[in-house]
Structures are given as structure tokens and as C-alpha cells.
């Protein structure tokens, strides 16, 4: 059973940056996608950027702030997240298309509020 344990949430002003990072217990080859969601209170879980063949796919809403990256030899996506605004306060939530099928992290808290 493939696990991905997610790292690097917290708490930011808003205009500030945090970086995210994901890393699978098994290898997950590059042409399987690798991701991030968010769930914010009382809202649906939504795409946030998801990484597959080195190719990256935005939400265009975010798109501009938020950078992905795959380091394929460690199975590992990272996501840096600048300029955060409060609206970007969620759970965020590592995804991985594994050959069991699709995977979730446990999600980590990031907070922006001043």
C-alpha cells in the first residue's frame, strides 16, 4: 500500500510563501500523476496543480502563485506557494495515480491571516 506523507504547513501573513512537499513510500513513475488539493471549511476538495510526464496543469485561479515540481528519481512533488492570500487557508492534500489506483496524503493545514 502506497503511503504519501506530506510535509511543510503552517501558518503565514498573507503575502507570504510556504512550500509543501510530498514524498511516496513506493516509486510512482512520471507518467502517473502527482498533485495537489485543497478543502477549504464548508467547501468542496478542489485541484490546486497536478504534475505528470514533467508536465504541469494548474488551476487557472492560482496559476501565477503557486509553482509544482516532481523529483521523479524520489517519487517526491513539492509545491511553493507565494503570495498566499487568505482565501488559500485550507487543507491541503498530496494526490498520487499509483498502479493501486489513486492516493491521498493525510493533508496539512495551511493558514494565511494576519
Known amino acids: 500500500q502506497v503511503q504519501l506523507v506530506e510535509s511543510g504547513g503552517g501558518w503565514v501573513h498573507p503575502g507570504g510563501s510556504l512550500r509543501l512537499s510530498c514524498t511516496s513510500s513506493?516509486?510512482?513513475?512520471?507518467?502517473?500523476?502527482m498533485g495537489w488539493y485543497r478543502q477549504a471549511p464548508g467547501k468542496e476538495r478542489e485541484i490546486v496543480a497536478v504534475i505528470v510526464n514533467d508536465s504541469p496543469n494548474y488551476s487557472t485561479a492560482l496559476k501565477g502563485r503557486f509553482t509544482i515540481s516532481r523529483d521523479n528519481a524520489k517519487s517526491t512533488v513539492t509545491l511553493q506557494m507565494d503570495d498566499l492570500k487568505p482565501d488559500d487557508t485550507a487543507v491541503y492534500y498530496c494526490?498520487?495515480?499509483?498502479?493501486?489506483?489513486?492516493?491521498w496524503g493525510q493533508g496539512t493545514q495551511v493558514t494565511v491571516s494576519s
Open positions: 494526490y498520487a495515480h499509483t498502479v493501486y489506483g489513486p492516493m
Open positions: 513506493e516509486t510512482i513513475q512520471r507518467y502517473y500523476p
